[in-house]
């Protein structure tokens, strides 16, 4: 924190302008239709039952690219979008389309991350899991 005193004033003077040059950018900008639409990021462990270990899978460009190949048979609207994420054990899953400003959109956002997420295990090996973990406890062990 007392790191920070140092540049407050430089952060607020420059937020505040950042904000005011794009509110006057877009303050005339009416009828916009508000798109929006969630990322998940998943991490792809490899199971050693016979060690009783968990490693990273070192998969994610392979499995990566069978999805994607997956996503061409799909019909429009139930398609998933699917991204590399950083690291090469991980890959990032969005909808396929952006969710509109519609209530009824909130629906589908729980059905829509059930549905890459089954699209995900199906594309796994036999000893690879995806379990929603912020990072891998191992990491660097």
Known sequence: WDESLEVIRYVREHGIAQFIH?????????????LWGDEVE??????????????LSLRG??????????ER???????CNWVPEWGSWMVEGTP????????TDLLLVEKNMRTRRARLLAALAEDEICPTLPCFP???V
């Open 138 to 140: 191992l990491m660097g």
């Open 73 to 79: 048979s799909v019909p429009v609207g139930q398609q």
């Open 22 to 34: 794009l509110y006057n950018r877009i303050k005339d900008i009416e009828g916009d239709r508000l």
């Open 96 to 103: 396929g389309m952006p969710y509109s400003g519609y209530a």
């Open 42 to 55: 998943y991490a792809i462990f490899k199971l050693d039952a016979e060690r009783g270990t968990v490693k």
């Open 61 to 70: 460009a392979e499995i990566l690219a069978g999805l994607q190949e997956g």
